[in-house]
């Protein structure tokens, strides 16, 4: 087990931490065979994963509002609007989540639109600039076949 840069534990810190992290496994394993959400305890409707719907939905919410300064429901709406596929590839959305990426402006911070993985990684590794992507197209038009 690799130890941290930050700080070098003993021989026997390193057991104690190891033996700590496989009694919380165990734990969180033995939890969740039971079948309860991680944070309330209720019933979960898909084993396979840790809270329930309503739990889901309330981080899922939190994250959007800390993020993007997006509500739940305005997420839902923009989805919506754009038949629940990317506004780029127009192609459903076939990651694990099954959600559509909320792409903004990092400059503004004003939410844009809602994209797949792929599509918000390439404009996302072109900068967000316009004369990068057309130089992209070109290259494409040049060397693509």
Not at 36 to 48: F, K, L, M, P, Q
Not at 113 to 132: P, R, V
Request: proline letters at 1%; hydrophobic letters at 25%.
């Amino acid at each position: 087990m690799p130890v941290s840069n930050r700080t070098t534990r003993s021989a026997k810190e390193q057991r104690k931490y190891e033996r700590n992290r496989e009694y919380a496994r165990r734990g969180m394993q033995k939890y969740l065979e039971r079948g309860g959400c991680i944070a309330c305890g209720s019933v979960r409707e898909d084993e396979n994963v840790q809270h329930c719907n309503k739990c889901r939905d309330r981080r899922r919410s939190a994250t959007l509002r800390r993020l993007y300064k997006v509500t739940l429901e305005e997420y839902e709406e923009l989805a919506a609007l754009q038949n629940w596929v990317c506004w780029i590839c127009k192609g459903k959305v076939t990651s694990k989540k099954g959600n559509l990426l909320v792409d903004h402006s990092h400059k503004t911070g004003k939410t844009r639109g809602l994209l797949c993985t792929k599509c918000n990684a390439g404009i996302g590794g072109l900068c967000d600039s316009i004369e990068m992507l057309e130089r992209a197209i070109e290259y494409l038009r040049e060397f693509g076949e």
